[in-house]
């Protein structure tokens, strides 16, 4: 099984690992990653595209909070 963590890494909801940022998360001893999310939006508008921070301890579930509602994303 994968880690969370790993760059490339795809949760159920298409948020895609593209790295770590190295910069301290807003959880304990986390980090933040980057992620993209990789949902389609429409067969013509393609993929969402949207890049955000993340805890390491949340990829695992997290959604785009541009088209999917998810919390909005950390700064890093």
Same mark, same amino acid.
């Given at each position: 099984?994968?880690?969370?963590t790993?760059?490339?890494y795809r949760n159920k909801n298409?948020?895609?690992v593209?790295?770590?940022t190295g910069k301290p998360g807003n959880d304990h001893n986390q980090k933040i990653y980057?992620?993209?999310c990789q949902n389609e939006q429409t067969a !013509?508008? /393609?993929?969402c595209g949207n890049l955000y921070g993340?805890?390491?301890?949340d990829i695992w579930q997290r959604k785009c909070p541009r088209c999917q509602g998810g !919390?909005? /994303?950390?700064?890093y």
């Open positions: 099984m994968p880690k969370t790993n760059v490339s298409n948020q895609v593209i790295r770590n980057e992620l993209q !013509a508008a /393609g993929i993340a805890n390491g301890s !919390a909005k /994303g950390l700064s």
